[in-house]
């Protein structure tokens, strides 16, 4: 797994991804799913659309696919002995501890992985936020601060597995943070701000509860997953999972030349992005199809946009086409739907609808 990973110990079965020493599985090896790749490239390539929520059955790879893309991107660079991984280039007041160390230490950095972060169901807030170091205030009589989840996220991907039974405090506490991309605490006569800027990315099976309306419009993307029905596609999903199980490292290995492609791809696009533009008739397009669908507010549009940008980047593109608002439409629209009594059709086959009515037949 990746060093930077935080993770809550799992019952289960051991296996290649508990050993550090074996990468995880490749990203370019998962089988279909490509609505979820898709999203989850966008979302490394330009991490201001909002996050990824991916709901679907269990056993379909979402978590795997998280960690796999984290493990694909180049590792980043980040002042040295900084608990929030500080770019060298941050300024110092943005973390309590880059402010303390100015000076000659101040210019020492390190190249770390893209931490991937676990924020498990059970977690108290003051795991995730940070709390008192108690050890320092007993043993030494100082009060200091122990940084919690959110500060090992920073820059990184934060992982909330089965969101949709997430407490509604530690809820409350992600949408704030996530709109201002600082983590402010004040408790137990502690009172900083630090940096926690992070993708979002949540899972969950639908039949087990709803996610709350405030934290289903904060994610940029949804993606619905399912098991594969045909024979084909269920058996390469084993084999390629038994050969990895059998020789993690060999079967990462035969990837290699598919996964450095793939990264090269991505530094590309987030190269690009800056320079690809978005034509008045597709930004009008947007706005009709939001307007068909009756979305609230105008993010739908925003990110659909966005989305739309960041996928011709990846595609090499300079110019944003209606064909790439057609294939992100669905990831960008089916969670900012209104209900529609009338309408027993679930939102993935409302926006197929409207995409087709307004931006014609594929």
């Known amino acids: ?62 978590s795997t696919a998280v960690r ?17 991984s500080c770019a060298p280039d941050s300024p110092a007041e943005a973390c309590p501890h880059c402010a303390e160390h100015r000076g000659p230490g101040r210019g ?23 709390a008192l170091d108690l050890e320092r205030a007993l043993t030494r009589g100082e009060k200091a601060f122990e940084p919690g989840l959110l500060a090992r996220a920073n820059r990184g991907f934060l992982y909330i597995d089965e969101a949709n039974l997430l407490e509604d405090h530690l809820v409350d506490l992600l949408l704030d943070v996530a709109a201002s991309g600082v983590n402010t605490v004040e408790r137990e006569g502690l009172s900083l701000r630090h940096p926690a800027r992070f993708v979002l990315v949540g899972s969950g099976n639908p039949e087990e509860g709803e996610l709350r309306p405030q934290l289903l419009d904060r994610f940029g993307l949804a993606c619905e997953v399912s098991t594969p029905t045909d024979i084909a596609t269920r058996i390469e999903v084993v ?14 290995a035969a990837q290699g030349k598919a996964e450095k492609a793939l990264q090269k791809t991505i530094l590309a696009a987030r190269t690009r992005l ?21 979305t609230d507010g105008l993010r739908g549009e925003l990110t659909l946009m966005r989305t739309a940008r960041t996928l011709a980047a990846l595609d090499g593109a300079a110019v944003v086409t209606v064909a790439h608002l057609r294939q992100v439409a669905p990831s960008a629209l089916r969670h900012r739907l209104r209900r529609n009594p009338l309408d027993e059709s679930g939102s993935t086959a409302r926006v197929a609808r409207a995409v087709e009515e307004v931006l014609g037949p594929a």
């Open 1 to 62: 797994m990746i060093a930077a990973t935080a993770r809550e110990p799992r019952p289960g079965p051991s296996g290649p991804e508990s050993d550090p020493a074996v990468p995880p599985f490749p990203f370019t090896a998962i089988v279909a799913q490509e609505e979820m790749k898709r999203a989850l490239l966008i979302a490394a390539v330009d991490p201001s659309i909002g996050g990824v929520l991916i709901f679907g059955d269990r056993g379909t790879g979402k």
């Open 68 to 84: 796999a893309l984290a493990a694909l991107l180049p590792k980043i660079s980040a002042v040295a002995g900084c608990p929030y």
């Open 108 to 130: 020492k950095t390190h190249m770390i992985p893209v931490p991937v972060v676990d924020l498990p169901l059970g977690a108290t807030e003051d795991r995730v936020v940070g």
């Open 239 to 252: 084999r390629r999972r038994d050969a990895y199980e059998r020789d993690g490292e060999g079967f990462c």
């Open 274 to 294: 800056g320079g690809v533009s978005v034509p008045d008739a597709v930004l009008e397009s947007a706005a009709r199809l939001c307007l068909a669908l009756g």
